[in-house]
């Protein structure tokens, strides 16, 4: 479902990805860790054409993206099978947490709003919502909101998933919640990679786990063995 090949990438012409070669098999689960500035998010947005490399090529989701701007349709035929949840959740605040979820399937999708609204009614309570789908995101707790974030995420029926921190910002319990719902996803076959310091949730959920430091992948292998 990913394959990453020799990916280089600079920033303010440092390297902070360096020869990066990563493959995750569908329904595998992908846990990325190392020290900060390690180049985990950098490589996450590589992944969705978020951001630029400079070297090496990438394979997911069926769509190939190679070094330097990526063409338009690439980046539209990326973004629509790849959902992104960040540490901040991003959800848009003048809509309720059931017309956050149901907007990209309307928009991008073109779902009826009938569809839209099913779709969404069935995702919010998958993450344990249902009740709050009338909500707006400032009457949310953070765990409440990240879940929505989830949601909103899995509405485009994505290939692949991708999660940078999603517990980070919030207390051990929120923290919790957040992490059921992945780990939900993980037996559900759902191909993903998360960033996380969340050893004992790796442990859990992840299939092969990736350290990186210093923009190098510098350890892979179990979760029992790495962590
Ligand atoms: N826009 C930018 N301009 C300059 N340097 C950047 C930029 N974005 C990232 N970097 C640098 O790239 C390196 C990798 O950053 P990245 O955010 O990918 O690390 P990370 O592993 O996600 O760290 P953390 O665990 O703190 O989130 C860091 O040295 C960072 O300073
Ligand atoms: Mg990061």
Request: charged content about 20%; glycine content about 10%.
């Amino acid at each position: 479902m990913i394959e990453v090949d020799n990916l280089s990438a600079e920033r303010s012409g440092q390297p902070v990805l360096r020869d990066v070669s990563l493959s995750v098999a569908p329904g595998a689960v992908t846990v990325l860790v190392g020290p900060s500035g390690g180049g985990k998010s950098t490589l996450l947005r590589c992944l969705t054409g978020l951001a630029e490399f400079s070297a090496g090529s990438v394979l997911i989701a069926g769509h190939r993206l190679d070094a330097g701007p990526q063409p338009v349709a690439t980046l539209q035929a990326v973004r629509r099978d790849v959902g992104m949840v960040f540490q901040q959740f991003n959800l848009f605040p003048h809509l309720t947490a059931l017309d956050n979820v149901m907007l990209a399937p309307r928009v991008v999708l073109g779902l009826l709003p009938v569809a839209a609204r099913r779709r969404a009614t069935d995702l919010l309570a998958r993450v344990g919502l249902e009740e709050h789908a009338g909500k707006h995101p400032s009457q949310l707790s953070g765990g409440q909101q990240q879940r929505v974030a989830i949601a909103r995420a899995l509405a485009m029926q994505p290939k692949v998933m991708l999660f940078d921190e999603p517990t980070s910002s919030l207390d051990p319990a929120m923290t919790g919640e957040v992490l059921a719902v992945v780990a939900e996803l993980a037996r559900s076959g759902q191909t993903m990679v998360i960033v996380t310091h969340d050893h004992g949730f790796a442990r859990r959920a992840a299939t092969e786990v990736v350290q990186l430091a210093a923009g190098r992948v510098v350890a892979r292998g179990a979760a029992g063995e790495l962590l």
